[in-house]
């Protein structure tokens, strides 16, 4: 379909690398493209879906969107209102998203819609929609504190008709395939703020050495380069982290415990680096003309989108309830 063929340890090489753009939302946005809308249609959806959504999205022709969240369900996935009622050979949408990132751009978006009155896990279903179908409203470009670069949408959907063959797999097995879905998008997630962290700490080594307090460099004291060196090492272990979850992810292993890991990690320590480093600019770091104002706010998404830190905590506590008692 226009791919290289090459194994997941490739996309997180490529978000890595990503990290040197000195903003986070053009990654991002590349990812919703990369990581977010496309595992699905490329695991379970048709040819003809793949030769219609996937080949030119992967191309680069098409901009797509992932239409998860909504003003009452943000993380919580099973809570979402927006219906797909099946009529003849088409579904007829009603409902809307928030928060859809490229939604103001977007050609097409994968949709998770309830498909059936069943219960919240088994009636959802992934939808390949285009977005100039009659019915579709892009209700406004959210204003953000952060990823000003990337455009963040709320839309609604009103007797949108849309047809049946653009399922994505089966019916009913779309909440299934978002939690997969998730993995990449957290793995993702969190490969793209390794090297801006690392970016970050190394202007603010570069700066505290320059600036002279009370005479001295602020470098130079004890409080502060022993802070960046703590810091440096996060990192690092945050890296080893992700390399070993992508490995076993590879090899075709469950990684939803180590993804949620590292991506509750990324969210924290990016809160903390950030806010850390910020603080030894002094002055300078409240303002907009320095990097690491930029990314105080941009990696501060970190913690919220593609499920918050409390969503993390939960799927770890899960995964650990099930672990044999010694």
Same mark, same amino acid.
């Given at each position: ?43 379970? @959806? ?49 409902? @809307? ?24 896990? %088994? ?115 945050? %890296? ?59 990696? %501060?998404?970190?913690?919220? @989108? @593609? ?20």
């Amino acid at each position: 379909y226009g791919g290289m063929g090459l194994d997941f340890s490739y996309n997180i090489a490529v978000a890595e690398e990503l990290g040197n753009i000195r903003c986070g939302g053009i990654p991002m946005a590349i990812g919703v493209q990369a990581g977010m809308t496309t595992p699905a249609l490329t695991r379970f @959806g048709s040819d003809e879906l793949k030769k219609q959504f996937l080949v030119p999205t992967i191309a680069g022709d098409l901009v797509a969107c992932l239409g998860i969240s909504e003003a009452g369900a943000g993380s919580d996935v099973a809570n979402v209102k927006t219906t797909a009622v099946k009529k003849g050979d088409e579904y007829v949408i009603n409902g @809307g998203k928030m928060w859809t990132t490229s939604g103001c751009q977007a050609d097409w978006m994968c949709l998770l819609a309830n498909t059936s009155e069943g219960p919240p896990h %088994r009636n959802k279903s992934l939808i390949c929609l285009p977005m100039n179908l009659p019915g579709i409203h892009v209700a406004k470009k959210i204003d953000k504190l952060g990823m000003r670069s990337s455009d963040t949408a709320q839309i609604f959907f009103e007797d949108v008709r849309v047809p049946s063959k653009n399922l994505i797999g089966e019916e009913g097995k779309g909440f299934t395939y978002q939690m997969l879905q998730f993995q990449e998008e957290r793995l993702w997630a969190v490969a793209t703020v390794l090297t801006p962290l690392e970016t970050i700490i190394q202007e603010t080594i570069d700066y505290t050495r320059q600036r002279k307090v009370f005479d001295q460099s602020v470098l130079h004291n004890q409080a502060v380069h022993f802070r960046l060196a703590e810091l440096a090492t996060e990192v690092e272990l945050l %890296r080893s982290l992700l390399y070993r979850t992508v490995a076993l992810y590879v090899e075709g292993n469950d990684v939803t415990k180590f993804a949620s890991m590292a991506k509750l990690k990324a969210g924290r320590l990016a809160r903390e680096v950030t806010d850390s480093c910020l603080q030894f600019w002094g002055g300078m770091g409240f303002t907009s003309e320095v990097l690491v104002s930029r990314f105080y706010r941009d990696l %501060r998404l970190m913690s919220i @989108g @593609g499920g918050t830190d409390e969503t993390m905590l939960s799927i770890i506590c899960k995964y650990m309830e099930t672990l044999p008692t010694k």
